[in-house]
């Protein structure tokens, strides 16, 4: 079976991902899956940086508004629901382009995941209960059962913690022992990786003029609309940085300064947490600067055109 061509485009936010992905699929005649976890969520526009239609360039976009605030896109469901994807791009002879910065996701639209056990909710809420009584305590407790994994989470990664502490004790069996067994792994692609590395302090420049944006563009107010269409704000998306700050001002924690400032240092450790992530797959090919430069576009263009002609 002859393999088709799948560019990725990672990289921590702020790095400029979506711009590149709009010169790649210009130039190779590609469409654009979304592979940001917020992304999939129709209302939440601003916080999460979203391309309005009329800045894609005419050009396909998948995965992106899909789903209402309060329905739960898995890593496993987006893989699912990704893969449907690139097969009907691949049957329309074009490129998928796959860009974002989950890197879970990413991980498992390639390389497919564990059999782990579903979700159980009743459990995950005892657990939050917990963490919420005793910040850490969790952490704490996969180091006891699960040492390997906690030594892979990060202590404030709270939904990947509870998500451990899930599989321990619903399988009794630690969750890096279940990764070592058989996943379905993407079939049918040849894969171009390009990762997206800006210098550090520029990155969190371009991060910290982002969220000031955001809050001057509109942010709270979005929020608030949300709110006015029925929905909680104790949702899972507004737990994400920006918008968690958001609620915090309607709810009269934060003033708008305050809240601008913990956006700012919350990404940025963020953006620390996805490099650390995407550094760890060695199909990456690294790109010192961000996707906006136009030299870095020439180079990847360049790049993308000698993966094309390899198979083609």
Request: include cysteine; charged fraction near 25%.
């Amino acid at each position: 079976m002859s393999l088709h061509p799948l560019i990725g485009i990672a990289g921590p936010t702020g790095s400029g991902k979506s711009s590149l992905s709009l010169a790649v699929c210009e130039a190779v005649g590609g469409e654009v899956v979304n592979c940001d976890s917020l992304q999939v969520y129709r209302y939440l526009d601003i916080g999460t940086a979203k391309l309005a239609v009329d800045e894609r360039r005419g050009i396909p976009h998948h995965l992106i508004d899909i789903l209402n605030p309060d329905e739960i896109c898995s890593a496993g469901e987006y893989s699912r629901m990704a893969r449907e994807t690139l097969d009907a791009i691949r049957q329309r002879g074009r490129v998928p382009v796959v860009a974002g910065g989950t890197g879970f996701y990413l991980k498992a639209l390639l390389d497919g995941l564990f059999p782990g056990p579903q979700r159980d909710e009743a459990l995950r809420a005892r657990l939050a209960g917990r963490e919420n009584r005793r910040p850490g305590g969790l952490h704490r407790l996969l180091r006891r059962w699960d040492p390997a994994a906690a030594a892979r989470i990060h202590p404030n990664d709270t939904p990947k913690v509870i998500r451990a502490l899930e599989v321990y004790v619903l399988t009794r069996r630690p969750v890096t022992e279940l990764f070592t067994t058989g996943r379905d792994a993407l079939q049918g692609y040849r894969m171009l990786l390009l990762g997206l590395s800006p210098p550090r302090d520029a990155l969190y420049r371009q991060i910290d003029a982002r969220c000031q944006q955001m809050f001057d563009g509109g942010l709270i107010e979005e929020v608030r609309g949300i709110a006015g269409r029925g929905y909680s704000l104790d949702l899972k998306p507004f737990e994400a940085h920006g918008y968690r700050q958001a609620v915090q001002v309607i709810r009269g924690e934060l003033r708008v300064k305050e809240a601008v400032f913990y956006a700012q240092r919350n990404t940025r450790q963020y953006a620390k947490r996805q490099v650390t992530w995407f550094r760890a797959d060695p199909r990456i090919e690294w790109w010192a600067g961000f996707g906006t430069d136009p030299e870095i576009e020439a180079a990847a263009l360049r790049r993308a055109s000698r993966f094309l002609s390899e198979i083609f």
